[in-house]
């Protein structure tokens, strides 16, 4: 009886970014687990299972808000790892399946990795000083939830920064589909940081907002990779920056930035083009 | 000409904790660096060296704030890479070399890994809920700076969570060494999570404020590692709870908690003894 489940974070891009840690849990696994709801790496599950020399279990919504069961039944008597894309902890869906393990008498051990809340700090902007982070959700017809933006709002008033993470819609179904019980599911759709910003234009002006496309932010995507890309400026001015494909990420930054920081807005600046490392 | 440094996190414990990415950087490098400053690993460098099969160059305080010129200058011709304990990007003494390298035309890639300021999570607190991160630092005869306490208040008030990071003291010299330029340096201090509780009950002193003792809060202690330990419960109980070995951090709780996060304070209670997994 093993009753250990260990959750082993993959870090930011691709295989390459698991730890010798991590590899060698993985390696040790009887059965392997990807969950790939809230996040997702830049390679596909086959690379995985080639470099890590083993079949991969999809976890997805369902399995992992649902029904679990399974994989925590397997953790009693086999040797079971979860992949997780970034940090195991960082989701909030993972402290939940902790507890669930835990009532069940299963230890669980964390490997953990870099994550967006942290390699965030790529763009130069001082990490110690970023407040809550918000979660920008796709607006959908008239469906705009709006809270995001008054989290923006406090962060600003205290002179914090504000990491957005923008909506990821993964094995999503249409109405049409759902409703006939058709397994069909949309392709995954990951939003820009064009669509953030739009979206938080919106939500301003359902405030009554002004000055808000003046903000000084930093739109980010593939954080870690080779083609990893940062570009600064005004809100205005990244409204319409390409910025490549997913993950992006939006950090609005606090009215008052250090030298330092003005420095990294300044090399990053829009004007002077998307930078790729 | 490589004109290349690769900043490469080395994560939160040990050697194992290097992502494949990092390993091969480290592998190609011509010249290694350690940076062992702002943080440290719980190994020596002789382990990291018969690991890496490399010889590393200390690159402590003076070094990196001071004269990281021979690393720049090196990089010009050579592969140079420089370890960092958890993320490059965690740490502001990174940010400043990262723009100096950029003035030299060197270019920087970095390696990033699991950082205190993400990991912190496994207490089982939302990540998202932190606010501004705050550092207590050792307080020295009448040198008592107390603006992290401020800090501290400005998140509860905003009812977000803290995370403290904790004062570590490096090749320090006392005073007569000093003076009489003796290369003679203290051993390393690292502080308890009991001590940063008793400046923080100081602070509250001289600030007049009552009620500080019953904080909830979380001492962690070498988060990741196979000892890792995490503690809670009201600030009062923890004062004398004994964590064991360095690194600790202290997270004082937002005054509102979710129900997930209620359920881990009440799993690593103080009053069922520290839980180490």
Redesign the interface.
Known sequence: MSMVLTLV?L??ND???????G??AIRAADILYLENYTATLNVDTNRLERFFEKPIILADRDFVEGSAEAMLEAAKTKRVACLVVG?P??A?TH??L??RA?DKGV?V???????I???V??C?L??????????IPFFDGGWKPVSFYEKIQ?NRE?N?HTLC?LDIKVKEQTVENLMKGNNIFEPPRFMTVNTAIRQLFEAAEMQGDEGVASILAFGLAR??ADDQAIVSGPLQELLNADLGGPLHSLVLCAPELHE?EQ??VS?YSARNSVHT?
């Open positions: 974070g870090g930011l295989e390459r970014d698991v730890s010798i840690r590899l060698e940090d902890f960082c909030t402290s939940d902790y507890l835990r230890t051990k964390v490997i953990h990795n870099a994550s809340m942290s390699a700090a790529a130069g001082q990490l110690y000083r970023f407040g809550e982070t918000v979660s406090k205290n914090m993470l954080v870690g330092i420095k990294f090399l490392e």
